[in-house]
């Protein structure tokens, strides 16, 4: 069956250092891979897409690699601040349906 | 345009009773997906128009849940006889059909449904 697996743990780091995410997939051969952030009580916020074709992605503080050997994306953001505190999700189309991971919940404390 | 809406925010039921929601998606969107999400969890997809027409619906969408989008503008998302396990956060998303398959999605603010 399909899955998409996110690091279980929340992730805690200090304000300014780099945090990784990670995606792990299963039983897709996606053309993209997207990432939002979801923010307590409210509905996720697109934030990058990354083509089978692309190794790499960068917005802003955001760089997104997708590597479909190993089956991976890994999303990063630099120099984090607090702001940046949310729930990041990695989704992936099957049929014309998203399909999300669970999700990985990060806390950048000052 | 202020982006996709979502109305109730929440909604509170007995066991047994309907419940019926709606979305308001982005005007010039005709791509509307209604999903389902439940604490710690990431959205679970549900159903997908294209403009009037329901393309596609997930196995999580039993005979007690029907979805409309009459008109291809706003969509409403029925729940009959409510369940306990119904409780959750109700998402409707929106998305243009320019480009490929890869545009994002514009995300609503939920309905909280609770079932007592």
């Known amino acids: 069956s399909q899955k998409i697996e996110q690091n279980s743990e929340a992730l805690n780091i200090q304000e300014g250092k780099t945090a990784t995410l990670t995606c792990n997939y299963t039983n897709y051969s996606p053309a993209y891979l997207q990432w939002y952030r979801q923010d307590p009580g409210r509905g996720p916020v697109f934030l990058l897409l990354i083509r089978e074709n692309e190794k790499e992605k960068r917005k802003e503080r955001l760089k997104v690699t997708f590597d479909t050997t190993l089956k991976q994306s890994l999303f990063h953001i630099t120099a984090s601040q607090p702001a940046d505190s949310a729930t990041y999700l990695c989704a992936l189309v099957s049929g014309y349906a998203l399909n999300f991971g669970k999700g990985t919940s990060l806390l950048v404390t000052p | 345009d202020t982006g996709v809406s979502q109305d109730p925010r929440h909604k509170i039921t007995k066991r047994g009773q309907n419940v019926t929601f709606r979305c308001d998606p982005i005007s010039e969107h005709n791509r509307l997906y209604w999903y389902r999400q439940t604490l710690g969890q990431g959205p679970e997809f549900l159903t997908y128009?294209?403009?009037?027409?329901?393309?596609?619906k997930s196995r999580l969408l039993s005979d007690r849940f029907s979805a409309e989008r009459p008109k291809g503008s706003f969509s409403t998302l029925e729940i009959q006889r409510t369940e306990q396990g119904d409780s959750a956060m109700y998402l409707c998303?929106?998305?243009?059909?320019?480009?490929?398959?890869?545009?994002?999605?514009?995300f609503g603010p939920g309905t909280r449904l609770t079932v007592l």
């Open positions: 998303a929106s998305s243009t059909t320019s480009g490929s398959w890869g545009n994002e999605q514009f």
């Open positions: 128009f294209q403009n009037e027409a329901q393309l596609e």
